[in-house]
């Protein structure tokens, strides 16, 4: 069973617009994070934001900020004022048993986000 | 503050030749994976280790071995390269900023198989 969905395989987002990558996941393990990475056309993943199962309020990092919908499984990254170098692929990842050393990072198939100037 | 090393950055191989792709982290980070990245697949687990001398399987596992000798370094070896293990390989190190318990990724390893 696919534990992360990203159901968006591309978007289009105007420049200074805010835009909304959507992100639900699966689990029947009461510790759980949330993670979202950022892979630019250059290759590399890069760590945006995270949250974790027991957090009581929404994680923000800068123009990042995570919308947590426990209820619902949902874990959507919102990115604020889209500026032309947020145009990457974004993934949302999981990690189950948060206590466990070995909890593995699964990750979703990604979406493409283009900013229009 | 290099971070997660991997090298090379591209290699080709023809089928049946076995390599080695390095991982170095200097973060003292105790948990370190390795993954492939396929077209639409997302990253896929291939082997993990949660410390020195102790090694166990991902999701994708089979025609690779890994070691872990010492805390830096985790290896990814291709026993016999096929045409299916084209993809860009990735290694990372789990470790804590602040409170949160973060995963960071290196460049990672373009593979070609002929």
């Known amino acids: 069973?696919?534990?992360?969905?990203?159901?968006?395989?591309?978007?289009?987002?105007?420049?200074?617009?805010?835009?909304?990558?959507?992100?639900?996941?699966?689990?029947?393990?009461?510790?759980?994070?949330?993670?979202?990475?950022?892979?630019?056309?250059?290759?590399?993943?890069?760590?945006?934001?995270?949250?974790?199962?027991?957090?009581?309020?929404?994680?923000?990092?800068?123009?990042?900020?995570?919308?947590?919908?426990?209820a619902r499984k949902s874990a959507n990254l919102v990115i604020s004022?889209?500026?032309?170098?947020?145009?990457?692929?974004?993934?949302?990842?999981?990690?189950?048993?948060?206590?466990?050393?070995?909890?593995?990072?699964?990750?979703?198939?990604?979406?493409?986000?283009?900013?229009?100037? | 503050n290099a971070g997660v090393t991997q090298t090379p950055k591209f290699q080709v191989l023809k089928t049946g030749q076995s390599m080695t792709l390095q991982c170095a982290q200097d973060m003292n980070h105790e948990y370190m994976s390795w993954y492939r990245q396929d077209p639409g697949m997302g990253l896929r687990l291939i082997h993990y280790s949660v410390g020195a001398g102790i090694t166990d399987q991902g999701e994708v596992p089979n025609g690779y071995n890994v070691s872990r000798s010492t805390t830096e370094d985790f290896p990814l070896r291709l026993l016999s390269a096929a045409p299916s293990q084209t993809s860009v390989y990735f290694c990372a190190s789990r470790g804590y900023s602040g409170s949160k318990n973060i995963q960071y990724f290196g460049a990672g390893t373009r593979l070609s198989v002929l």
Request: glycine share 10%; proline share 4%; with cysteine.
């Open chain 1, 81 to 117: 004022a889209s500026q032309l170098g947020d145009s990457a692929m974004y993934f949302c990842a999981m990690r189950e048993d948060l206590y466990n050393q070995g909890g593995k990072l699964i990750f979703g198939q990604g979406t493409e986000l283009s900013v229009k100037p």
């Open chain 1, 1 to 70: 069973a696919q534990k992360i969905t990203q159901t968006q395989p591309g978007m289009f987002v105007q420049e200074k617009e805010a835009v909304t990558l959507d992100c639900t996941y699966d689990t029947s393990d009461p510790s759980y994070g949330l993670f979202w990475y950022k892979q630019p056309s250059s290759g590399e993943m890069i760590f945006l934001i995270y949250q974790g199962s027991y957090d009581q309020q929404n994680a923000t990092e800068g123009r990042y900020s995570l919308n947590f919908q426990k």
